[in-house]
């Protein structure tokens, strides 16, 4: 496995980021709803949000993170084969220096 | 005669086996003239590389006579000490003042000789690699090649000579892939020359005055850079960063000596301000500014900007430009001693590839100066290497890499990916466990609500009511559906038009269809009779209820109340129920409706029967129990 993730590097950032995300947002839930059990304000939450597993709480956030991942591979694809191109802007320097080749090209082109 | 140097540890003798043209010879300067050497120890011993720099005893400046030894003993010697310890700065190993007998024939100094009587020598390390011109040049775009002679000797060919498929190869080569390659490599130059440059400049307070690319040296394995010619170095201090050049003026309408024109900088390379002003007579090439020949770290840092900007636009100048290829000192001078050439330097005629803020650092390094370019608080001009180099490090972490999958861009991309996986992967479990939960949690919600529920809370009553329906597990649907129903119930109470569709739609969840007319005969039999025409819309709905007393009595009563027909069939459930004590109220209810004098004439036209015998038996209807 680590030596099919070193051959591929981009599976490696994908897997790298999503297990080190998974661990810290899972163990974020775990403590916050044992926190909030302990407390006795779960039920209360519970109830006031009426959480559920059809709740917007549970089934908005699925879809946007979904969305997202997605976005951010068409993004990363996007990226990973797009060939970069700085905007070439007209300068005084540039005309003169222009000038300066096309001269060197006249002046090889006479030899 | 001879062609041995005796130094004070070693004696050294010129590397014939070096050179096109194995004379040993590397380069010419306005200051010295460059030998590769080999020096051994006295006793004998093992023979190490080194570089010989004959430079004169005396030379003549400005009608005066100028002890180049004492100016290179007290300042040139001084500052290559105070640079020991940098590693990136090449060492002195030896200043031989006296060159006793030694002679070499030489035709690029004046009087063709080099010998004791006008010049010393300085040996120092040997830099095995190319300068940064070669390098650029020579080994990586291969612009440039050496060929062997047949008499052993070695010819320069240039691209401008190669042959056409030779040419085609090189054009091919300048691709995407290898402009990225080149640049990720010429930006790993610019940061490890200012490196050297904070040392040398900022922590050692000397300015250079001289760097361009033949002054800087790429060793052959590393890739190192390393700084050479200290021979126009300037020591400065803290308080006072800067000095002013010399007076003297030249006239730049004639040819003039190069050390009076380029006392500070070479041609091309140097800072505007580092040219020697104007005599009368002739004109300044630049635009005139205040502070003018005031030389600081902005006009090293100037050169920096002028030699990259030649590194990365070499492809093109040495393609397109047989004047620069031949004598890029005449080129310069020629071409390019004006405002428009010489300053804010771009990238606009070489590769489009190449990063827009390295080309903005080119530019700013290279700007045109004006009247605050030294001021610590304009913030169009590099004051510090420290904040030069900060730009190209930012630069290279936003150029895209030639393995893109090293580029940070994409890297990012495909990490925010993984992460949005893992917050997808967390709340797909979020969401498993309150699927599986969910008809305990629903459970827990309906025990809270009912226990102090009260008629406003309906609709919230509903919600978990069908919660619970949908979620129970199979085998506990009717049971779960018994409940509700029991605590709408409750109290011996009738149900409302409200609680009547909402039993009707926990009914269609109830998986065992059997139980259906006897869960609709119950609503019947606990409906409000003060709402029955809605409940009956609601009773008639339901599929698969059908044969059942409640239903048939809902179907007759919406007939006759919502269809305004059927009332033939309505009358006969009505006699059927008559005395039905379980439907009571909905069997008054029917009788309610029939009892119009349309309604009874109709069921007696279709039924044949009197309208007396009809309005006896409604009157009837209901009265058994009541």
Redesign the interface.
């Known amino acids: 496995m680590r030596k099919l993730l070193e051959r591929y ?2 599976a490696q ?10 661990i810290i ?2 163990g974020l ?1 775990v403590v916050l709803f044992a926190i909030l059990q302990l407390t006795g304000v779960y ?1 209360q939450i ?2 006031a949000l ?4 059809s ?1 917007p709480f ?2 908005v ?2 879809w946007a ?2 969305a ?2 997605v976005l ?2 068409f ?2 694809l996007l ?20 000038g ?2 096309e ?3 006249a ?2 082109g006479k ?1 | 005669m001879n062609n041995e140097i005796i130094g004070n540890s070693y004696k050294y003798v010129i590397d014939t086996s070096y050179g096109i043209n194995k004379d040993g010879f590397i380069a010419i300067g306005s200051e010295s003239v460059v030998y590769k050497g080999l020096k051994t120890k006295q006793d004998g011993g093992l023979q190490f590389s080194c570089v010989l720099k004959f430079k004169p005893k005396s030379t003549l400046e400005n009608g005066i006579v100028v002890n180049r030894l004492d100016l290179f003993r007290t300042e040139e010697l001084k500052i290559f000490e105070e640079l020991r310890e940098c590693r990136s700065v090449v060492r002195i190993d030896d200043v031989i003042e006296d060159l006793g007998s030694f002679s070499l024939a030489c035709d690029k100094v004046n009087g063709g000789v080099i010998n004791g009587s006008s010049y010393f020598c300085v040996v120092e390390e040997f830099i095995d690699g190319w300068n940064l011109d070669e390098y650029c040049r020579e080994e990586y775009w291969k612009l440039r090649r050496i060929e062997p002679l047949s008499n052993g000797l070695s010819n320069v060919v240039d691209y401008q000579d190669f042959s056409p498929e030779e040419k085609a190869a090189i054009d091919a080569s300048y691709s995407y892939e290898n402009v990225l390659k080149y640049q990720n490599q010429i930006m790993l130059f610019m940061i490890n020359l200012c490196e050297i440059m904070q040392l040398v400049t900022e922590q050692k307070d000397i300015l250079h005055l001289d760097i361009k690319p033949e002054n800087i040296m790429v060793t052959r394995y590393g890739k190192e850079l390393v700084l050479i010619d200290f021979g126009r170095s300037k020591k400065t201090t803290k308080a006072n960063r800067h000095f002013d050049r010399s007076p003297s003026a030249v006239d730049y309408g004639v040819n003039e000596t190069i050390d009076a024109m380029y006392q500070y900088g070479t041609l091309g390379y140097a800072a505007p301000e580092c040219y020697a002003k104007a005599s009368a007579g002739s004109d300044f090439p630049f635009s005139l500014f205040p502070g003018q020949g005031r030389i600081s770290v902005e006009s090293d840092i100037f050169s920096f900007g002028a030699t990259f900007w030649e590194c990365l636009n070499i492809f093109e100048l040495a393609t397109k430009s047989r004047r620069f290829v031949h004598d890029p000192h005449d080129f310069y001078r020629d071409r390019f001693l004006c405002d428009a050439a010489y300053v804010n330097r771009d990238l606009s005629c070489t590769s489009p590839h190449y990063h827009k803020k390295l080309e903005a650092v080119i530019r700013k390094c290279t700007r045109k100066r004006n009247d605050r370019y030294t001021d610590p608080e304009n913030k169009d001009f590099y004051h510090s290497y420290y904040e030069l180099r900060k730009e190209i490090e930012d630069a290279k972490d936003s150029a895209p890499t030639i393995k893109k999958e090293e580029d940070v861009k994409v890297k990012n991309a495909f990490s925010a990916c993984g992460s949005m996986l893992a917050l997808l992967a967390v709340f797909l479990m979020v969401f498993a466990a309150y699927y599986l939960m969910a008809f305990n949690i629903a459970q827990g919600k309906w025990d809270a609500l009912t226990a102090n529920y009260n008629d406003t809370q309906f609709y919230r009553l509903e919600g978990i009511a069908q919660e619970l329906v949908a979620t129970a597990p199979g085998g506990q649907v009717d049971d779960t559906y018994a409940r509700i129903a029991g605590f709408t119930y409750r109290n011996g109470g009738d149900i409302s038009e409200y609680e009547a569709p909402m039993l009707i739609g926990l009914l269609q969840h109830i998986d065992r269809p059997a139980l259906l007319p006897e869960r609709v005969d119950e609503i019947m039999r606990h409906a409000d009779t003060r709402k029955f025409k809605e409940i009956a819309t609601e009773v008639v709905k339901l599929e698969g209820a059908e044969g059942s007393i409640g239903y048939d009595l809902a179907l007759a009563i919406f007939n006759v109340e919502v269809g305004k027909t059927g009332m033939a069939e309505a009358y006969e459930t009505l006699t059927v129920y008559l005395d039905n004590p379980d439907f009571r109220s909905a069997v008054v209810k029917l009788k309610n409706v029939l009892d119009t004098d349309a309604n009874i004439k109709a069921i007696a036209d279709a039924t044949g029967s009197s309208k007396l015998e009809i309005q006896e038996v409604l009157k009837n209807a209901g009265t058994k129990g009541a």
């Open positions: 590097p981009i950032y994908v897997a790298g980021m999503f297990i080190r995300t998974f947002a899972l839930f039920a519970e109830s009426d959480l559920k597993y709740s549970v089934v956030p699925l993170f979904l997202l991942a951010c591979l993004v990363g990226i990973y084969f797009h060939q970069y191109k700085r905007a070439l802007v007209k300068t005084t320097f540039g005309s003169a220096f222009t300066i080749l001269e060197g090209n002046g090889e030899a």
